[in-house]
């Protein structure tokens, strides 16, 4: 096989046609591949239990839907319900394992979950994951279909979940199928550039003669078989690598790109150049609201399970079931919580731990008589009876009370240097009053003294000149 001779088999027309296509083939991947994606279609039955496996196993699926799954896997179930043998078992029936299966649901459409009860106590079910394309819903209502044949699932035994189901498709729209061409384009793509490399990469003799063609490519042949040539002096060999010709690498970097925008609902940080803190955090509120999408699916699906359970077992006692980020305190919500606290508002023990996901220590309650304001001057040493007050209210000697506040008054402001300590101090004493008024009143009263000053100061000078 001599490679001079290879070319002279391919007429002129072919190369020129071939050349013609390299051409419309440098136009922009990315515009080709959006215009195929958006305009081929997806048959379900192209979704089989092959190609989902072939689109679950690619690297960038595998990285952004876990990334998904992880935003609500990383929070705590929290059950607040008065019976504890209720939260256990809902607790024993929903772990890690079981949550991660159920975040599935947005990949395949619909999950659907066989519950086998299990007698700890109370009647509780043992989640085991079904194949989802066994079942259809009729109406409104799940039923087992694997042989052709809808037929009933008796009560309590059967769990499911559907995402973005719609009118015409009732089993729910997986996100596969939005993945299905871009997975699909860039295997395709690798696929092109392994086999091209493998048979193009080596690099090309080419040999230049003005002798005979055909013994200078005996001579190229025998040389790329062995290690050396002897050739003329007016002749040269060159070595030739294949050269790119276009940027079919962006190929996969967008279909990656496509493939993160799916399932994270618009990937941001890899679509911007560069740093942007701007960009990043417009992301995480994208991820946000598709995390909250998916724990409210989690969600409903543990509460009517919660659902079954009491009704199985004969339980009337309420139950709340929520997710919770650990490591999410809810500054807004705290920062609410101190201003009104601030007001007078003291909360409760049980909703500090139902809000805050905390456990606060019991201590015995102190008489309201026997609390000590902090900033206080003064405070009542003990607690007295209603009618003891009641008595003792005629005998109170008010004139007393107002000159104790006027002592306390007068002392504050001797200690103060200047007008705004003095204010402070006032503040500091009565922190829950109003001295908006008294400032004004201050203010008014130190301006009358100044001119009282004054006024003394020159009937004084009046005085020792007569």
């Known amino acids: 096989m001599k490679g001079v001779r290879i070319g002279r088999q ?7 046609n071939k050349t013609t296509k390299r051409t419309a083939a440098a136009a922009p991947a990315s515009d080709l591949l959006t215009s195929l994606m958006n305009n ?30 992880a935003a609500t896997l990383k929070k705590e179930l929290l059950i607040d319900t008065k019976d504890e043998q209720l939260k256990l078992a809902i607790e024993k029936s929903f772990g890690y394992k079981t949550l991660r299966k159920i975040l599935d649901t947005p990949m395949q459409g619909c999950a659907v979950f066989e519950l086998n009860w299990t007698d700890d106590g109370l009647w509780r079910p043992e989640l085991v994951e079904r194949n989802y394309r066994t079942f259809v819903v009729e109406k409104g209502v799940l039923k087992f ?37 871009p997975v699909k384009f860039k295997n395709a793509s690798l696929e092109f550039w392994v086999k091209f490399l493998e048979k193009y990469g080596t690099p090309w003799a080419i040999g230049k003669t003005s002798g005979d063609k055909d013994d200078m490519a005996d001579e190229l042949y025998a040389m790329l078989g062995g290690d050396s040539a002897v050739i003329d ?46 960009a990043a955090g ?10 909250m999408a998916d724990e409210n699916l989690t969600l409903d699906l543990i509460r009517e399970a919660a659902r079954m359970i009491k009704e199985i077992n004969n339980i009337s006692a309420d139950v709340t079931i929520a997710l919770k980020d650990k490591d999410d305190p809810n500054i807004a919500l705290a920062q609410r919580d101190k201003s009104i606290s601030e007001m007078g508002w003291t909360p409760t023990q049980e909703y500090i731990e139902k809000t805050y996901n905390i456990t606060v220590e019991k201590t015995a309650a102190v008489p309201v008589a026997n609390r000590t304001a902090p900033g206080r001057l003064f405070a009542f040493s003990r607690e007295k009876p209603a009618d003891a ?6 005998g109170i000697d008010l004139k007393k009370i107002e000159l104790s506040f006027q002592t306390q008054i007068i002392d504050i402001l001797d200690k103060a240097e200047t007008f705004e300590e003095a204010i402070e101090g006032l503040q500091a004493a009565y922190p829950k009053t109003d001295i908006s008024e008294l400032q004004e009143l201050m203010e008014s009263a130190m301006t009358n003294a100044e001119i009282l000053a004054r006024a003394e100061v020159e009937d004084e000078s009046i005085e020792e000149e007569e």
Request: proline share 4%; hydrophobic share 35%; with cysteine.
């Open 40 to 69: 081929l279609p997806v048959d379900q039955e192209w979704l089989d239990h092959d190609e989902m496996r072939r689109i679950t196993r690619d690297g960038t699926v595998i990285a952004a839907f876990g990334s998904r799954k």
């Open 145 to 181: 279909a694997r042989y052709g044949m809808s037929e009933e699932i008796p009560p309590y035994k059967v769990l499911y979940n559907t995402y973005e189901e719609k009118f015409d498709r009732p089993m729910g729209t997986p996100i596969a199928e939005a993945l299905f061409w």
């Open 282 to 291: 417009v992301h995480n509120d994208i991820r946000e609201d598709i995390a």
């Open 389 to 394: 007050l009641e008595g003792a209210a005629g």
């Open 233 to 278: 002096e007016e002749d040269s060999i060159e070595i030739t690598q294949i050269q790119k010709a276009g940027d079919f690498d962006k190929i996969a970097e967008y279909c990656d790109n496509q493939i993160r925008s799916i399932i994270l609902g618009g990937n941001l940080t890899s679509e911007v150049k560069g740093g942007s803190f701007a």
């Open 10 to 16: 391919y007429p002129s027309k072919y190369i020129a």
